[in-house]
């Protein structure tokens, strides 16, 4: 499976972005897909995660209200949803596909490819 995440970029607090990730090769509507972060001087760490189907999800506590997770299977495509975006979202965002787990995951170790990053830049 490779990935390929798009749609970060620069924007005020408060505002929106939708993050895409697009996925290409082995079955992606299969398994569970999930969004990490990762801010300077910091472990990656889990923001939202979405089952094979798109019926259940799972989110950060951090980010719960504010992002929403989705998937189109039939573009073999993931998004997140950013709204109310607050400076500490800074980060580089990782789309992550489950090759062997069909439910919500949300550890890092469950997760076994990755998408390149995107960078999103919340300004105070």
């Known amino acids: 499976v490779q990935l390929q995440a798009s749609g970060g970029g620069l924007v005020q607090a408060g505002g929106s972005l939708r993050l895409s990730c697009a996925a290409s090769g082995r079955t992606f509507s299969s398994y569970a897909m999930g969004w990490f972060c990762q801010a300077p001087g910091k472990e990656r760490e889990f923001v939202a995660t979405?089952?094979?189907?798109?019926?259940?999800?799972y989110y950060a506590d951090s980010v719960k209200g504010r992002f929403t997770i989705s998937r189109d299977n039939a573009k073999n495509t993931v998004y997140l949803q950013m709204n109310s975006l607050k400076p500490e979202d800074t980060a580089v965002y990782y789309c992550?596909?489950?090759?062997?787990?069909?439910?919500?995951?949300?550890?890092?170790?469950?997760?076994?490819?990755w998408g390149q990053g995107t960078l999103v830049t919340v300004s105070s």
């Open positions: 979405v089952s094979w189907s798109g019926g259940s999800t």
């Open positions: 992550a596909a489950s090759g062997r787990y069909r439910g919500v995951r949300s550890q890092v170790s469950e997760y076994d490819y």
